[in-house]
């Protein structure tokens, strides 16, 4: 069998789905057939396959010769996408099954084009088509937050994608090529490559399309928006930027910065969100050292995440398709009625939190080791601090007040069986990777010697973890107290035991409110220029006026008087 | 046959013209028109053919030579535009007879026709002549013919409209001829390859700035170069919809290639940038009409007077690539002549399917159309992207030599201005994206699919989007060969 470019299969395979409307089985077959036959076509992909072809005497390359990052990446896409698609088979007529499908498989495909994108305008292409065509898995939702949410974000996503190509064109105008490759962080073509990486990566105060959209998505949706994104752009910025020094800092900004965000969250959904933006940064952090052992940590915990933060979101769009709610404080005691659900949403949560013999245990170590190979003490304990965050917000809070907590006394039944299904897969590959976790080391881009069950390793790990269940265990000896304690803020005080509550709260507010301000700022700005833009430029504006010849040809004289006098002076 | 095709290219619609209007038949006169538009076509591509591979053709008419006699003299410059719009007339032909039908009065429709025909033998002959009053007789040929189009339009305002347009047209064609007798009183010539050799030696002269200064007023009348494009949308927005996609594509795209025939052949390049500062004085209009158009288009709720506005934008990225006085940014202007042509001929044409159903244009009549007419909505996007300039439609290539040739000048804010006037644009386009795919259908549930007579010339056109801009290489190297031919002034 020839092989084509990855991307092909899933793009032609969207462009079927609509026709298959009236038979749901055929459609369904045919939907898992795509990644089960794209998997295999990577797999065949020979030695050294690439895709070359000459436009306005530049060499594009929309199959770079696949190497071992592309390759893993590939892979996993593949991977979370056919979970993806088995999760949401049960779509039905109200859900605007055709668009969600198609846009779902073009989105996958578009992903998977960015990874193995050689150039940048392949890479620009795909970047587009990722924003433009994962709107529709928000937009499908079809509430008017969401509509308007979507639109934030395909704004946002456009206008990444456009920095992008102003930074090819500067970088192709400067060098005389578009092969996309490691880039140094100097010269404008690479900060606005770098700019258009960070959009899309949610870098800090870029990153409020992020929590702004993905809540807004459909419950199957977000799970296929947790997945390519973002993730793509921690590949382009592991394949341009690695070891750029900013991105240490970026990183750890983006790890700490939402946690406090992530804890006041009431909306489940959002509180993910904000944990991606977290778990995000230990990428970024990571492919800032740069060294071997920060690059495999760096991919090995996107594949990690990209399984368990799947894993997460289903759980929870199984909560919302069964119970239609999302809020902390509409939830809990959903264990009884969803057990199989809730079992999975642990195995997230243990997974995200790197317990040992969970898989987000041997990859995030490995980062955190590079940290301390590379000599950044400085930047250590903030992702410590960090660490404790997600255990804290991500592996206690979502299936604390999601299953048990407080019984909110909703009564439901467990979620369709494909759920289960995927979320099995997502489960088993959670277990899987962290108990061998050899079975992922040899796919990553450098030979890999380390070693993650070692003492200190687990005994770091093991000490945080107990602080986390003694907050829990605490947490139930104070929900004995009669007192009606609003859910949102209890975690805040025994994570950040007592003495610290006051300051979280603080910390939490100011940058809530600086937020706050900023956003507010932008948006008034926005506003007024619109408004004013719409006096000029609106249908009576002065610039849009029908205007009679008299006028019209008082302009002409005036134009060619100026010119005169130009000549005559 | 073959030596006389530079003649055949005019003479064919200019004859054709009055046989429609003898002949009072309307499927006659149509039959006519389209096959006539065909043999433009034809020979405009053989013309291209033969200047590639054989250089310069002169023909001479009547055996006079020149520069006493007319002289046709066709360079690659040329032959691109007239197969530029030779292509277009070839489209909206077929087009035109059904769209016509639906809103033109019946009796008027053979003269509808024939008045099309004089426009596109004024069109091709001001492009094809080497002689500088043919070019204002040609001129008034095809505009006269251009306000009894737009006036046939069916709104009473389209009278209005295309009164204003004769008035501000006329004023274009005097600053022309005023322009064309300054010159000729210091040279005593009129044939445009003399004067290129005559004018180095009087460029001192005031008479010959201010015959530069006329001649440029009126070539950015009649291109509507912001501000002086006020006749433009009104005239776009009225005229019936096959009129609109055939003059949008065409007639402004002859009038820039006028300018540059001006101020790069016969002044010469050496003159205009050197001596004048035309670069200066074209880059902030150029500049203002691409920022303030595609703003104003994206308040308009009229979908013809949007795209309106979003010529005259358009023309602004064609001024701004002259501007940048390179062979870069002008392969980029003569790209754009083609490129946009073929955009906003498809996005009229699918606006005329719209109206031939539903009878407006107004964005909200359109609300979900994107299910009642799929394939003219779909037409529409795939128009507008080219608009925008996204990868693989043609609109990509042209912004693409236009930033090139702003780095080239290193002139950064340039270059991030048309990038951010694509997000303006991308703007204006989705509006109409959204009402007819996100709002629900509101009015006659009866709406059907605009018939394939009108479907199929508008996606030939979008195919044309696609195919050259994925294949870009064969347009980009003429427009480049004939960018250096403009550079350099008067081949041997």
Redesign the interface.
């Known amino acids: 069998m020839s092989s084509v470019p990855p991307f092909l299969i899933f793009l032609a395979g969207a462009l079927v789905v609509p026709f298959l409307r009236r038979v749901p089985m055929v459609r369904a077959a045919w939907l898992l057939l795509i990644p089960v036959a794209g998997a295999l076509n990577l797999w065949g992909l020979p030695e050294g396959y690439q895709l070359q072809y000459?436009?306005?005497g530049y060499t594009l390359t929309p199959v770079r010769t696949v190497d071992r990052l592309s390759l893993l990446f590939g892979y996993l896409f593949h991977l979370a996408a056919f979970i993806g698609i088995v999760y949401s088979l049960h779509l039905g007529k109200g859900d605007r099954p055709s668009v969600q499908y198609a846009s779902a498989v073009v989105y996958a495909g578009s992903g998977l084009g960015a990874v193995f994108a050689g150039d940048f305008?392949t890479l620009?292409?795909f970047w587009?088509l990722l924003g433009v065509s994962s709107v529709f898995l928000i937009?499908a939702r079809r509430t008017p937050r969401a509509?308007a949410a979507g639109m934030r974000y395909l704004i946002v996503h456009?206008?990444s994608g456009?920095v992008l190509?102003?930074g090819a064109?500067?970088h192709a105008?400067g060098t005389g090529s578009l092969d996309f490759g490691q880039m140094e962080l100097r010269g404008?073509a690479a900060w606005l490559v770098f700019l258009a990486f960070g959009v899309k990566a949610a870098f800090p105060l870029l990153h409020t399309w992020l929590v702004d959209a993905y809540p807004e998505g459909t419950p199957t949706g977000t799970v296929f928006l947790s997945t390519f994104t973002t993730k793509t752009a921690v590949y382009a910025l592991v394949r341009g930027f690695p070891g750029e020094e900013y991105l240490i800092y970026i990183g750890a900004a983006m790890a700490c910065f939402p946690i406090f965000y992530a804890v006041i969250e009431n909306d489940l959904r959002r509180t993910l969100s904000y944990s991606m933006i977290n778990q995000i940064g230990f990428m970024v952090c990571g492919i800032g050292v740069g060294s071997t052992l920060a690059i495999n940590g760096v991919v090995a915990q996107v594949f990690n995440h990209v399984i368990f933060k799947q894993l997460l979101f289903m759980s929870m769009g199984a909560v919302m398709y069964v119970t239609g709610k999302t809020r902390a404080s509409d939830l809990g005691g959903l264990w009884r009625s969803m057990p199989w659900t809730t079992a999975f949403c642990i195995v997230g949560a243990a997974s995200i939190s790197a317990v040992p013999l969970f898989n987000g245990f041997v990859s995030k170590s490995m980062i955190m080791s590079s940290l301390l190979e590379g000599h950044h003490y400085w930047v250590w304990p903030f992702m410590l601090l960090a660490s404790a965050g997600v255990v804290e917000h991500a592996g206690i809070k979502i299936p604390y007040f999601a299953f048990f907590a407080r019984d909110s006394g909703i009564r439901t039944r467990e979620a369709p069986l494909n759920m289960l299904l995927a979320m099995g897969i997502g489960a088993a590959v959670c277990l899987g990777i962290g108990i061998w976790p050899d079975l992922l080391y040899g796919m990553l881009p450098y030979p890999v010697d380390y070693e993650p069950y070692t003492y200190t390793h687990v005994l770091t790990q093991i000490q945080l973890l107990c602080f986390a269940i003694g907050a829990v265990a605490a947490f139930h000896l104070w929900k004995l107290y009669p007192a009606e304690i609003p859910s949102v803020n209890l975690d805040v005080d025994w994570v950040y035991r007592r003495g610290a509550v006051r300051v979280t709260r603080w910390t939490g507010s100011v940058v809530a409110a600086i937020d706050g301000v900023f956003r507010g700022r932008v948006l008034d700005t926005v506003d007024r220029t619109l408004r004013g833009?719409?006096r000029t430029?609106?249908?009576r504006?002065i610039?849009?006026r029908?205007?009679?010849?008299g006028?019209?040809?008082l302009?002409?004289s005036i134009?060619?008087a100026a010119?005169?006098f130009?000549?005559?002076i | 046959m073959s030596a006389h095709l530079p003649i055949l290219q005019v003479v064919v619609p200019l004859l054709a013209a009055p046989l429609c209007a003898f002949l009072r038949n309307a499927r006659a006169a149509a039959v006519i028109a389209v096959l006539a538009s065909w043999a433009t076509l034809a020979v405009a591509l053989s013309l291209l053919g033969d200047v590639m591979s054989a250089g310069v053709i002169s023909y001479e008419i009547g055996d006079w030579a020149p520069p006493l006699g007319i002289e046709y003299r066709v360079d690659i410059v040329n032959a691109w535009v007239l197969v530029i719009v030779s292509t277009i007339a070839s489209v909206v032909a077929p087009y035109m007879i059904t769209s016509v039908e639906d809103e033109v009065e019946r009796r008027r429709i053979p003269l509808f026709h024939a008045a099309y025909l004089l426009c596109l033998a004024g069109l091709l002959g001001i492009t094809i002549t080497g002689d500088v009053f043919n070019v204002f007789v040609f001129l008034e040929i095809s505009s006269l013919s251009a306000y009894a189009l737009i006036a046939m339009g069916t709104r009473r305002r389209a009278l209005t409209a295309a009164f204003r347009y004769l008035v501000m047209g006329t004023v274009g064609a005097t600053f022309i001829v005023i322009g064309i007798g300054l010159l000729y009183v210091m040279t005593g010539s009129l044939n445009m390859a003399d004067l290129a050799v005559l004018l180095p030696e009087v460029w001192d002269s005031r008479t010959v700035k201010v015959a530069y200064g006329f001649l440029g007023v009126g070539c950015c009348l009649k291109l509507a170069l912001f501000p002086l494009h006020l006749w433009l949308p009104n005239a776009y927005a009225f005229a019936p919809s096959a009129v609109t996609a055939f003059l949008a594509s065409t007639a402004t795209k002859v009038a820039v290639y006028m300018l540059l025939r001006f101020f790069l052949t016969i002044f010469g390049a050496p003159f205009s940038f050197g001596v004048m500062g035309l670069d200066r004085v074209l880059l902030p209009l150029a500049l203002a009409a691409v920022v303030t158009m595609s703003l104003v288009a994206i308040f308009q709720v009229d979908v013809k007077r949007l795209l309106a506005y979003s010529s005259v934008a358009q023309i602004g990225y064609m001024v701004l690539g002259l501007s940048f006085a390179s062979v870069t940014g002008l392969t980029a202007t003569l790209l754009h002549l083609f490129n946009h042509a073929l955009m906003k001929g498809a996005l009229f044409m699918a606006m005329g399917c719209v109206v031939y159903r539903i009878g407006s244009v107004h964005i909200d009549a359109m609300a979900g159309l994107g299910k009642r007419m799929p394939w003219t909505m779909a037409a529409f996007v795939v128009g507008g992207l080219s608009l925008v300039g996204v990868p693989l439609t043609v609109g990509f290539v042209s912004k693409w030599f236009l930033i090139l040739g702003a780095l080239e000048r290193g002139w950064w804010p340039v270059a991030v201005v048309v990038l951010l006037a694509s997000v303006l644009a991308l703007v204006y386009v989705w509006r109409v994206v959204e009402a007819a795919y996100f709002r629900p259908a509101g009015g006659d549930e009866g709406t059907r699919e605009a018939p394939w007579r009108l479907l199929v010339p508008t996606w030939v056109l979008v195919g044309a989007n696609l195919y050259f801009g994925i294949g870009a290489a064969r347009t980009a190297r003429v427009a480049e060969r004939a960018a250096e031919v403009l550079m350099t002034g008067v081949g041997p």
């Open positions: 000459e436009f306005l305008i620009f292409v587009e937009w509509i456009v206008g456009v190509l102003a064109m500067v105008h404008l833009a719409f430029h609106g249908p504006g610039l849009a029908t205007w009679p010849a006028s019209m040809v302009w002409v134009l060619l010119f005169l130009l000549q005559f």
